[in-house]
């Protein structure tokens, strides 16, 4: 018998601390990696195995120590490569080891416990099961039996059916289910018929779950031109060297990024190894899959939050095994186990959505990093409006930079017009759509194109306020205004989803002047469907709750059943439709303005994809963003795709008031129901640490708070920042680490925020 340290998966915050278990007699085996179930605390959790250990000296001390109660799985989940990169994730964003390893689980855990009551409904005991389900069929394989009567021909003449079975069976490397013995020409009666004689065995059989596995088609096999041939040539030779290294691909909007990405992966595949493939959103797996298809068949597999926990399982069982060596998936597909790993591909690596709201804060392309450094896979970032930071370091030489600055078919960058909404007001033109927008929409449809239009912002209204006394229709549990929604006539908060009805007169005058302020997707969706010609697709968060949503409204949208999409900010990204030829942009400038310092690199990112889905065929493309503020430089810069110029001076400006890429962030929150408590922690933190800098222990800092957030209520938790800015967060996390703090239950450290508000 030996001991183990165990991380306790639990989903809290503060446990820190691997426990000891002893190894019974039965599970030898067990080692670094292993999912085990173990008591805790009076019940039985999950736990992964960290390392084995010896026993402790003292005799009080091993009375303590309780063995582990089972192994999970028949395999090891982590190899030394996940360990490592979950050991380095807790050590970066400053969270528990359990809490690291806990994101490489599909679901987060591999078991659930049911309570067990008599007819009174007393609790009896509990019971455990495997969360994660295998789907088996019924399968048959030749036995001896069967062997014996095929080589000695006894069967009947007649029966040909039941001799081509056998010889099938035969020669099977593996049991066989009723619809692969179909294939080969053999029906259910005759493997019934050998059953009953007792010449094959059955038996049940996994079978892998695959909601995109699709009859094998061939695709077209574009001409490179030099740019990415240069750019396929680099990455190809980093592959065959399996030393790390990090490229970014930076291109225009429709300058071929994804050819190069799948020539990249196709090396890497040839040489045996597998491909990641990171994209931001589910909207853009669809298209994305469908391409990869043609080159690699069904040896894809596909990961995203849509799929059910025990599909993710299969998935990460096809990568774990080899059986796939391409996975196309969204962030959390960072944390698949693989065989063989052998490059990283990271598409629009400039967006928001690879990076994760809820602690632990990681962010998925430090992520990759870590694991091609574990594994010596090369990362190819690709973007036509990189992170400011990434943009940093290719330029500065810590990445190779391969650029496109060119469309292989020869399309120029769509034309753009600004639209000074100002005018369109004064002019008494109060719709969302300006003249000139549903001018060009009518034409576009008119002559059988399509058009995308994007509104960052769902629903019908953004908000509802009595037209008397000015009170603003708010979520009674966030600092925040519902937002009316016209499919279920109702008002949302898109916080914390509490839902209630549209008020007949104001809750605090009595008034019945009430007024829906402000435009969202629906409203704008009906608004364009008063224009002659135009049907209109609507995609947003609320139009694609279902599994496959996404992928059918781009299916119809594509099949021209719909000439104008509209949607938030998932109908700007990567779509790649040549009969879109019109782009309107609604409230270009409303990112502009918000109280963050990556707001100015939010909105050119967005406008620049969002103009890149014009002209994309062989048509001349047409932009129209409409802006409150035409003379704004972000919007001018977006407009001629000049991400050069507008990155020049995002540099420089941040270099000015220190923020990233010339400082590290790091953003400490406060959640409590009581305010003044949640204050007074706040203050308590930042109280500590200027005592450490007054004492030199942390070196050059800023501290900024503690501050209100920007929505300073969510869920009826008060909410309270504290940033930190430093050369080096190290000696500042350190501090934090090593003090109470690290295990305040409702203090939350951020690592690299997305956002300072």
Same mark, same amino acid.
């Given at each position: 018998?030996?001991?183990?340290?165990?991380?306790?998966?639990?989903?809290?915050?503060?446990?820190?601390?691997?426990?000891?278990?002893?190894?019974?007699?039965? $599970?030898?085996?067990?080692?670094?990696?292993?999912?085990?179930?173990?008591?805790?605390?009076?019940?039985?959790?999950?736990?992964?195995?960290?390392?084995?250990?010896?026993?402790?000296?003292?005799?009080?001390?091993?009375?303590?120590?309780?063995?582990?109660?089972?192994?999970?799985?028949?395999?090891?989940?982590?190899?030394?490569?996940?360990?490592?990169?979950?050991?380095?994730?807790?050590?970066?964003?400053?969270?528990?080891?359990?809490?690291?390893?806990?994101?490489?689980?599909?679901?987060?855990?591999?078991?659930?416990?049911?309570?067990?009551?008599?007819?009174?409904?007393?609790?009896?005991?509990?019971?455990?099961?495997?969360?994660?389900?295998?789907?088996?069929?019924?399968?048959?394989?030749?036995?001896?039996?069967?062997?014996?009567?095929?080589?000695?021909?006894?069967?009947?003449?007649?029966?040909?059916?039941?001799?081509?079975?056998?010889?099938?069976?035969?020669?099977?490397?593996?049991?066989?289910?009723?619809?692969?013995?179909?294939?080969?020409?053999?029906?259910?009666?005759?493997?019934?018929?050998?059953?009953?004689?007792?010449?094959?065995?059955?038996?049940?059989?996994?079978?892998?779950?695959?909601?995109?596995?699709?009859?094998?088609?061939?695709?077209?096999?574009?001409?490179?031109?030099?740019?990415?041939?240069?750019?396929?040539?680099?990455?190809?030779?980093?592959?065959?060297?399996?030393?790390?290294?990090?490229?970014?691909?930076?291109?225009?909007?429709?300058?071929?990024?994804?050819?190069?990405?799948?020539?990249?992966?196709?090396?890497?595949?040839?040489?045996?190894?597998?491909?990641?493939?990171?994209?931001?959103?589910?909207?853009?797996?669809?298209?994305?899959?469908?391409?990869?298809?043609?080159?690699?068949?069904?040896?894809?597999?596909?990961?995203?939050?849509?799929?059910?926990?025990?599909?993710?399982?299969?998935?990460?069982?096809?990568?774990?095994?080899?059986?796939?060596?391409?996975?196309?998936?969204?962030?959390?597909?960072?944390?698949?186990?693989?065989?063989?790993?052998?490059?990283?591909?990271?598409?629009?690596?400039?967006?928001?959505?690879?990076?994760?709201?809820?602690?632990?804060?990681?962010?998925?392309?430090?992520?990759?990093?870590?694991?091609?450094?574990?594994?010596?896979?090369?990362?190819?970032?690709?973007?036509?409006?990189?992170?400011?930071?990434?943009?940093?370091?290719?330029?500065?030489?810590?990445?190779?930079?391969?650029?496109?600055?060119?469309?292989?078919?020869?399309?120029?960058?769509?034309?753009?017009?600004?639209?000074?909404?100002?005018?369109?007001?004064?002019?008494?033109?109060?719709?969302?759509?300006?003249?000139?927008?549903?001018?060009?929409?009518?034409?576009? %449809?008119?002559?059988?194109?399509?058009?995308?239009?994007?509104?960052?912002?769902?629903?019908?209204?953004?908000?509802?306020?009595?037209?008397?006394?000015?009170?603003?229709?708010?979520?009674?549990?966030?600092?925040?205004?519902?937002?009316?929604?016209?499919?279920?006539?109702?008002?949302?908060?898109?916080?914390?989803?509490?839902?209630?009805?549209?008020?007949?007169?104001?809750?605090?005058?009595?008034?019945?002047?009430?007024?829906?302020?402000?435009?969202?997707?629906?409203?704008?969706?009906?608004?364009?469907?008063?224009?002659?010609?135009?049907?209109? $697709?609507?995609?947003?968060?609320?139009?694609?709750?279902?599994?496959?949503?996404?992928?059918?409204?781009?299916?119809?949208?594509?099949?021209?059943?719909?000439?104008?999409?509209?949607?938030?900010?998932?109908?700007?990204?990567?779509?790649?439709?040549?009969?879109?030829?019109?782009?309107?942009?609604?409230?270009?400038?409303?990112?502009?303005?918000?109280?963050?310092?990556?707001?100015?690199?939010?909105?050119?990112?967005?406008?620049?994809?969002?103009?890149?889905?014009?002209?994309?065929?062989?048509?001349?493309?047409? %932009?129209?963003?409409?802006?409150?503020?035409?003379?704004?430089?972000?919007?001018?810069?977006?407009?001629?795709?000049?991400?050069?110029?507008?990155?020049?001076?995002?540099?420089?400006?941040?270099?000015?008031?220190?923020?990233?890429?010339?400082?590290?962030?790091?953003?400490?929150?406060?959640?409590?129901?009581?305010?003044?408590?949640?204050?007074?922690?706040?203050?308590?933190?930042?109280?500590?640490?200027?005592?450490?800098?007054?004492?030199?222990?942390?070196?050059?800092?800023?501290?900024?708070?503690?501050?209100?957030?920007?929505?300073?209520?969510?869920?009826?938790?008060?909410?309270?920042?504290?940033?930190?800015?430093?050369?080096?967060?190290?000696?500042?996390?350190?501090? $934090?680490?090593?003090?109470?703090?690290?295990?305040?239950?409702?203090?939350?450290?951020?690592?690299?925020?997305?956002?300072?508000?």
């Amino acid at each position: 018998m030996f001991a183990v340290n165990v991380a306790i998966n639990l989903p809290v915050k503060s446990l820190f601390r691997q426990f000891t278990y002893a190894v019974p007699d039965d $599970l030898p085996f067990l080692d670094a990696g292993w999912r085990v179930v173990v008591p805790f605390s009076g019940q039985k959790v999950e736990g992964f195995v960290v390392e084995r250990t010896s026993f402790p000296e003292e005799p009080m001390q091993m009375a303590k120590i309780k063995n582990i109660e089972a192994a999970i799985g028949d395999r090891p989940w982590f190899d030394a490569e996940m360990l490592a990169t979950a050991r380095w994730l807790a050590h970066y964003y400053m969270c528990s080891l359990a809490e690291a390893m806990r994101l490489f689980v599909p679901g987060k855990t591999s078991i659930k416990r049911s309570a067990v009551r008599d007819e009174a409904g007393k609790l009896l005991y509990y019971e455990y099961a495997q969360r994660l389900k295998e789907k088996t069929v019924l399968a048959y394989r030749i036995n001896a039996a069967g062997r014996e009567t095929l080589a000695e021909q006894t069967l009947a003449a007649r029966a040909k059916g039941q001799h081509k079975a056998l010889e099938v069976l035969a020669v099977a490397d593996d049991w066989l289910t009723t619809g692969e013995l179909g294939q080969q020409g053999v029906s259910p009666a005759v493997i019934k018929a050998l059953v009953q004689r007792e010449l094959v065995a059955t038996g049940q059989k996994r079978i892998l779950r695959n909601s995109y596995e699709r009859p094998l088609q061939a695709g077209e096999r574009l001409v490179l031109t030099e740019e990415q041939k240069q750019a396929v040539a680099a990455v190809n030779a980093a592959t065959d060297a399996g030393k790390h290294r990090c490229f970014l691909l930076q291109g225009i909007t429709g300058s071929g990024k994804t050819e190069v990405y799948l020539r990249a992966a196709a090396h890497a595949v040839d040489a045996g190894k597998q491909v990641l493939m990171l994209v931001p959103e589910i909207a853009l797996t669809a298209q994305l899959v469908k391409r990869f298809q043609t080159w690699f068949g069904n040896t894809i597999a596909v990961a995203h939050s849509k799929l059910s926990q025990n599909e993710r399982g299969d998935v990460w069982y096809r990568m774990a095994t080899g059986q796939a060596r391409v996975l196309i998936g969204v962030r959390s597909a960072v944390f698949a186990p693989f065989e063989n790993l052998g490059l990283v591909i990271m598409d629009e690596e400039h967006e928001g959505s690879y990076k994760q709201e809820e602690r632990p804060n990681y962010h998925a392309r430090d992520v990759a990093m870590a694991r091609c450094r574990h594994t010596g896979a090369p990362l190819l970032l690709g973007s036509a409006t990189p992170d400011i930071c990434t943009y940093y370091k290719a330029t500065h030489g810590e990445y190779t930079h391969l650029r496109l600055t060119k469309r292989p078919n020869g399309s120029v960058l769509p034309e753009v017009e600004l639209v000074d909404m100002r005018q369109e007001l004064a002019e008494k033109n109060y719709s969302v759509l300006s003249r000139r927008l549903q001018q060009c929409l009518v034409t576009t %449809v008119g002559s059988g194109e399509q058009a995308i239009v994007l509104l960052n912002r769902r629903g019908y209204s953004t908000f509802v306020m009595c037209r008397d006394c000015g009170y603003t229709i708010t979520c009674p549990h966030c600092a925040v205004a519902l937002v009316y929604h016209s499919a279920h006539e109702d008002m949302r908060c898109h916080y914390c989803g509490n839902t209630a009805p549209v008020p007949t007169v104001c809750p605090t005058c009595g008034s019945r002047r009430i007024k829906f302020f402000g435009t969202g997707t629906q409203k704008a969706e009906a608004e364009l469907e008063q224009l002659p010609e135009v049907r209109v $697709l609507r995609m947003d968060q609320d139009s694609t709750m279902a599994k496959f949503a996404h992928e059918e409204i781009l299916r119809r949208f594509a099949a021209k059943e719909r000439n104008v999409l509209i949607g938030t900010q998932m109908v700007a990204k990567g779509h790649d439709i040549p009969n879109v030829t019109l782009v309107g942009v609604l409230a270009a400038d409303s990112a502009l303005n918000l109280p963050d310092y990556r707001a100015s690199e939010r909105a050119f990112s967005l406008l620049t994809q969002a103009a890149g889905r014009a002209g994309r065929g062989d048509k001349c493309g047409h %932009v129209i963003f409409q802006t409150y503020d035409p003379e704004n430089r972000v919007v001018r810069l977006a407009a001629t795709q000049d991400y050069d110029t507008f990155a020049k001076g995002e540099l420089q400006a941040r270099q000015d008031f220190f923020y990233p890429p010339f400082a590290q962030i790091l953003k400490m929150t406060v959640w409590d129901k009581d305010e003044g408590a949640g204050l007074a922690l706040a203050q308590k933190v930042v109280f500590f640490l200027q005592r450490l800098q007054l004492e030199g222990k942390l070196g050059e800092m800023v501290v900024a708070g503690p501050f209100p957030a920007l929505v300073s209520k969510v869920r009826d938790l008060f909410r309270f920042n504290i940033l930190v800015k430093s050369e080096n967060l190290e000696p500042v996390k350190a501090a $934090l680490l090593a003090s109470p703090f690290k295990e305040q239950p409702n203090l939350y450290f951020d690592v690299d925020p997305a956002s300072v508000i």
